[in-house]
Nanobody, 126 residues
Framework: QVQLVESGGGLVQAGGSLRLSCAASGRTFSSYVMGWFRQAPGKEREFVAAIRWTGGFTYYSDSVKGRFTISRDNAKNTVYLQMNSLKPEDTAAYYC???????????????????WGQGTQVTVSS
């Protein structure tokens, strides 16, 4: 049973930083792509960033590129999202997800992800 558990969310002022963690268990994830998505109130869930577990190739949305960094720790089976220069518009529930059959052209598409965490709330005050 694959389990993804997010942590690290909270309340931060604009310009501040947070680091989200996603602890993955129940499977060998070496062939997976791990992604972060977010959903703000009244909006659809959107892609934030993704990383190939093997090789570490990364993908970012234009809205977070240069501010957020996705990384993984193979030994801990954990994926991180370092978020810097946070803006009020980054306020959302952030979800970790795993795609077991990743195709590069669709890593930004949530429909292709097989497993999801419960989410962690990030609130950025102005």
């Amino acid at each position: 049973q694959v389990q993804l558990v997010e942590s690290g969310g909270g309340l931060v002022q604009a310009g501040g930083s947070l680091r989200l963690s996603c602890a993955a268990s129940g499977r060998t994830f070496s062939s997976y792509v791990m992604g972060w998505f977010r959903q703000a109130p009244g909006k659809e869930r959107e892609f934030v960033a993704a990383i190939r577990w093997t090789g570490g190739f990364t993908y970012y949305s234009d809205s977070v590129k240069g501010r957020f960094t996705i990384s993984r720790d193979n030994a801990k089976n954990t994926v991180y999202l370092q978020m810097n220069s946070l803006k009020p518009e980054d306020t959302a529930a952030y979800y970790c997800a795993a795609d077991r059959s990743p195709v590069s052209s669709v890593v930004r598409d949530q429909r292709y992800y097989d497993y999801w965490g419960q989410g962690t709330q990030v609130t950025v005050s102005s």
